[in-house]
Structure formats: C-alpha cells, structure tokens
C-alpha cells in the first residue's frame, strides 16, 4: 500500500475518475505552481472502483477550482489548513471558462489570432452547454 | 457608443424605429442628402463581396458622406499578419464609422472590443449577417406589412448560411411564426439554434422536399449553397443543385407567398420566376441600401428633422 502523506495547507480533490488526475493537472495549470502535487492513480474506491486522488500544498486562494465542474462534478474538493479539513467545497458550474478549453471551430477568429483569449460561457446550466464568445460553437467535451 | 454584431443587439421597438426611420428615407430622399456631410465610413471587407460592400458604400454616399477601404485581404496589412484588433485601432483614426466582413467567425466581435468608433458586423464567416437580417426584416415589413403571424420556409444550405441563422435569430422575436427547414440532412440547422427554439417552444419542422411543402408557406427564403463554406468540394458539387425553384414548384405556392434570396443567386432559383410578382429578391436589394442608411444615422447618433 502507498502512503502518501498529509499536507498543511491546500487541496485533497478525491473522487476523480480514474484516468482523469493528469487531464485536471493540466486544466488547473499545476505545471506552473511552485509546490508539493501528489498525483495518486487507480486508488481502491467504494463508490468508483479506481479514482485518481489529487493532492496540491498551496494556498487556498490560488486555484480558481470551479472548472472542475465543466469536467465532472463528481470530483469532491477538500479544502485543508493546519493539517485539517475545514471545507468541503461544493462545486458550481463557472459563468465564463478563461484560458482553459479552446475553441476547435476552424473558422473561429481564434484558429487564426493566437493571441486572443479562449473564452467560453455558460449558455445552459441544465445541460452544462458552453459556447465560444467569438463564434459561439459549443464546446463539444473535449478538452484537447 | 454602439456597434452592430448580432440582430438581437437591437430591441424590437429600436428596430421598429429603424424601419420607420428607412420607410422614411425610402421616401424622402432629398431630405438625408448631406446627413452625413464630413463623415467617412470605412469598409473593411477581408473576403470578396459585391451586394454588400457595394450596399454599404452606396447608402454613406447618399448621405452625403464619404466612404474608404479595402474589398480583401490581400489589399490590407492582414497580408502582412496584422491583427484585427491592430486594424481597427488604425481605422478608428480614419473613419467615423466601420463595416467589417471577415470569414473567420467572431472576428467584428473582436474589433469592436478595441474600436473608438461603431462597427457593424457585415458577415462574419458562416455565423452572424446581421444587416441581411435587418434588410430581410425591413423587406417583409414592407411587403407584407406585419413581422408577425406567418410561416416561413428556409431552403437550402441551412448549415453554413449566416443569412438564415441571423433571420431566425431575429424571427423568434416576433409571434406566432412558424418555421419550416427544408434541406438535405448534410446541410441542416445548426443545434444550437434547433435548442433556441425548443427552449423557446416555437413550432419548426425540418423536411427535405420543398415540392411538398412549398404550399404551406408565406414567405420562402433561398439560400446559396456556398462553395467557398466547403473544405471539400466533392461534397459541394454533391449538394449545389439539390434545390432549384421553377414555375412549376411555384405553381403549389400560395399567390401572396413571396419568395426571398440574400442574392447573389447562381442557380437554385430559375430566372424564369425573377418576372413572377411574388419573387422580391431585387427589391430586397433596394431595402437593403435604405435600412444600411438608417444604421449609419443611428449609430453615428444622426437625428435628421
């Protein structure tokens, strides 16, 4: 069994579908934090079978987490501080996706301006529909 | 200050008040003559067009403006990979006003943002043609003297035509119209906009003959099946001629149906209806120049008395 120890100050987001974990690092952008990620694949889970646990030291203001609900909003987000959690985060759908899905029109402005932001907004909370600003394509759920 | 992107950026009442504002132009000609003495309207047109261009250029001229520009992109530094936003800021020195045409879809949107002075969205890729709209609006104002209470076919290429997804963006608006889709299952409506309607419970079917479902209608819109919207032109010679309306479709349409194209026309429809009082899509052209006149006095804030 692997032990992976507990952390200070940050995030335990548990329940992620197993596979997912490397997708979320990627989206989140913990390649560009200076600090402690542990990555746990294929976890033993009651509810999953296999989940991916992800576990990010860092202060709790500096990760925007609501995104995670774009990808699944099964993923659970324990906030910790002192080593304890001390909120169990409930997950909303964001009004406007920043810099994190790209628009896959290709006669959207973006194909051609690279510099423009990708921006996408929540169109229908229902069916959790998200469309490109520019072009208004909907993001068809796959994030690369 | 106020830019034209999409037809719903203008309330009912607003485009009640720039249809008023174009009947009247249509009939007092003289008195809008200089309305716009010492101003300049740029067009920035990056993909060929004729109508429109032309349409715009025409209407600031009979206002007594002045017009300058470039009708593609290789004539602008977009060839040298100048930014739309670049662009614009440039143009914002010149001209009072801009109508912009792009084929990459968001492109105005993306001018406007950065832009100190109106830009109307002149067609942008296969997404939003807004003063189409305004002029197909303005011709069945005209023609059949309500926006209201009728059933309107779409036939054609439905999937790329910015044309029809702005005019049913616009229709939705009005009550009790019925929508009928009539094209191939390679060509049809957008999701997004079949979600509108239903979200909105307005009535459409989607069909494939127009033969059968011409006699239902009181207006038929045409559209092009567009070469230039295809990356593979197997499929477009596949599907170009899959609709031509004839006499002989015509003779099942109701007599007061009146049948409307954005032009330009290439061959689904038979000029042998273009004598047939029903077929208004020149007409339309002449409304089209005469609501592009009230749009420049209205976001260039131009009260005329």
């Known amino acids: 069994m692997l032990n992976v120890g507990k952390i200070d100050e940050g995030f335990v987001l548990d329940h992620i579908p197993a596979g997912m974990s490397l997708d979320i690092y990627k989206y989140l952008h913990l390649d560009k934090l200076d600090c402690t990620v542990a990555i746990i694949k294929n976890a033993k889970s009651n509810k999953l079978g296999k989940k991916d646990i992800l576990k990010v030291e860092c202060s709790v203001d500096v990760l925007d987490l609501d995104v995670l609900a774009v990808l699944n909003q099964g993923i659970t987000v324990n906030v910790i501080k002192d080593s304890v959690i001390v909120e169990k985060k409930a997950l909303e759908l964001p009004k406007q996706i920043r810099g994190v899905i790209k628009c896959k029109n290709p006669r959207c402005i973006t194909s051609i301006e690279q510099e423009l932001p990708h921006i996408f907004t929540l169109t229908d909370t229902d069916k959790k529909v998200y469309r490109c600003i520019y072009c208004e394509e909907k993001f068809n759920g796959k994030w690369s | ?305």
């Open chain 2, 1 to 305: 200050m106020r830019h034209l992107m999409r037809p719903l950026d203008f309330s009912v009442e607003e485009l009640n008040a720039l249809f008023d504002l174009a009947k009247d132009i249509e009939f007092n000609r003289a008195k809008y003559a200089h309305a716009c003495d010492g101003k300049i309207l740029a067009t920035c047109f990056y993909e060929p067009s004729t109508r429109t261009r032309l349409s715009f250029e025409s209407a600031m001229l009979s206002l007594g403006g002045q017009v300058l520009g470039f009708a593609s992109a290789s004539s602008s530094s977009a060839a040298k990979g100048e930014s739309v936003s670049d662009t614009i800021r440039t143009v914002s020195c010149f001209a009072d006003i801009c109508a912009m045409r792009h084929p990459k879809e968001g492109a105005p949107m993306v001018a406007a943002a950065k832009s100190k002075i109106p830009v109307i969205n002149a067609g942008d890729g296969g997404h939003q043609h807004p003063t189409q709209t305004l002029t197909d609006l303005l011709t069945i104002r005209s023609l059949k003297g309500r926006l209201d209470n009728f059933t309107i076919g779409f036939c054609g290429d439905l999937k790329f035509g910015r044309t029809v997804h702005s005019l049913i963006h616009a229709l939705v608006r009005y009550e009790n119209i019925n929508f009928v889709f009539i094209s191939p299952d390679e060509l049809k409506v957008p999701d997004y906009i079949i979600d509108e309607l239903k979200e909105h419970n307005i009535p459409y079917e989607e069909v494939i003959s127009l033969e059968e479902h011409i006699g239902e209608l009181d207006l038929l819109y045409m559209t092009r099946v567009q070469r230039e919207r295809f990356f593979n032109e197997e499929d477009y010679v596949r599907l170009k001629d899959f609709y031509i309306l004839d006499k002989k479709k015509m003779e099942k349409a109701k007599e007061d149906m009146l049948v409307l194209h954005p032009l330009p026309r290439v061959n689904e429809i038979s000029v042998e209806i273009d004598d047939d009082p029903r077929a208004v899509y020149f007409d339309q052209v002449q409304y089209g120049k005469y609501v592009r006149m009230a749009l420049i006095l209205t976001l260039l804030d131009i009260k005329v008395d």
